[in-house]
């Protein structure tokens, strides 16, 4: 059996797979499904500072592989949050990475410090990609100067002893460029991907089928698209661990990801059609790592990336 | 709530004018369903390029006796998910997840009520129905739908409970028109002192007016788009008035189907009020 322990910059994590942000809440509802402790960890849904509605409905379309949302980051508040969902992941024994999303850098500095010193945060992602913000395709990671202050500002105000994850958007030129920034920003790594901006029309009313008009595209779809956004930044910036994710359904889904240089990977969308997808994927990765000779995950981690005759296993 | 998943064959599948009814073996979200709860189903098998689940309201489920452990769903072709669906066959394996959602809310005591069904819409009507008819609550049921073909469970609602009224909206069948048209004298025949639907949004929407022009409550569960059925993916959400007297975006697919009629905000669906707890945090981006 190979060792499934793997590390996010300093957190330890028991095995590498993690729910998305945004797909699973804050755990409470996939609990009645399967123990919330044995993930990696638990990733929650983006918190902002303040109480937010979300977008009108409709929120949802399905399409190939896939499905748009622009759900808008519906959410209680940080205090809320704090109060509820974090008490309960730490009752629930769950290791806990804390999304958080703000307008501008004021407010994310204010998420990081809320949360700093807090026992039951492992980790903090920093969404700076939502494609589901008023200004469309100007969220702060589209632009490395705006994505760079924000992770600067974050990193300063955090806690020391939780890393800063940057979640980046594949919708760039180049993503290794906002990678670059945010890493002379001091981010401890990177979250990758986010939802790609898309669209669908409803061809029966012959208008925008999702009441905010653009979404997020996830699930199988981007998956190719996650997959190579994780080996550029694994070349370009090989000391800085990735958190991969974009439509992972199987195991054989979470071993492209590693491959490629991801040292832990969230499933997302796969929850929706399969409430349990995360811990079968562990397992079915697992068995993958097994099946190819590997003794540790570690060792599978940008394996893709060898050069000819730097041949660790026999596959 | 505790919903589980599992892997239901298929007992039969039956056409029922419009619609086909699924029986399936699922004798752990028949054990734990109460009327208005829904299930969620896979479509597509294994390799699907649809990875959202289809939600179905409970027809019935049968925890013991004949069929032990079976549940029962009604199915129309609305698109590519529901056709695969309509496909399967005796012996065919689905993939359910349930029982989801919060029931409808039965009263302790006897208390007359109506149940106003739309289209298949009736089906969760029916084992509420028997839930009433079991505390001792006079029920008269309405049944409605735009043709014959789209009346669903007309029959069995004659067989339980004996008063049955059907309207369709071109005469095919009953009388002509719409439910609401022959609700107020259902209410007023029994004193009803709630009124139970399940249907289209707009009919939802002039049940809970009738109900209200009568000063008793409305109960109505809600089909709305969802993702996921469980709770994580905030699709599916109405403006609800709370219990604080503030309004939000609230889940159907957990804190409804079954939602007060005069506690949804029906003229506002599909905008973003103003008035939202959070609304004002939308803007400034």
Redesign the interface.
Known sequence: MADMTTRLATLELPNPVLTASGCSAAGRELHQFFDVATLGAVVTKSIMAKPRSGRPTPRMAETPSGMLNSIGLQGPGIDSFIANDLAWLADHGARTVVSIAGSHTDEYVELARRLSGHPAVSMIEVNISCPNVESRGQVFACDAIASSRVIGAVRRAADPSQPVFAKLSPDVTDITLIARACADAGVDGFSLINTLLGMVIDTDTMRPALGGVTGGLSGPAIRPVAVRCVWQVRNALPHLPILGMGGIRTGLDALQFVLAGASAVSVGTAVFGDPSAPVRVLAELEQALDERGFASLTDAIGYAHRGAGQELVNA | ?????ESCEIFSVQQVGDYLQFTVVAPQIAKAAEPGHFVAV?VGGEN??????RAFALYNATPGGEFAGTIQFVVAEHGA?TRWLTQRRTGDVL?I?GPLGTPFPIPAGPSPAVLVGGGYGTAPLIPLAQALLANGSPVEIIVGAATADRLFGEIVAKRLVGAVTVTTDDGSAGQRGLVTDVLPAAIKRINAEIVYGCGPMAMLRAVGDVAREHAIRAQVAVE?????G?????????PVRGDDGQS??VRSC?EGPAFDADRVRWAD????PPD??????????
Do not use: K, N, W, Y
């Open positions: 709530m505790s919903a589980v998943q896979g699907t390029a649809m990875p959202l689940r998910g993939d997840v709305e788009a969802m993702a996921c469980i709770g994580v993916c905030m699709t599916c959400v109405l939000r975006f957990v669906v599909g905008t973003l939202l707890v959070g609304a004002d945090s939308m803007g400034g981006h």
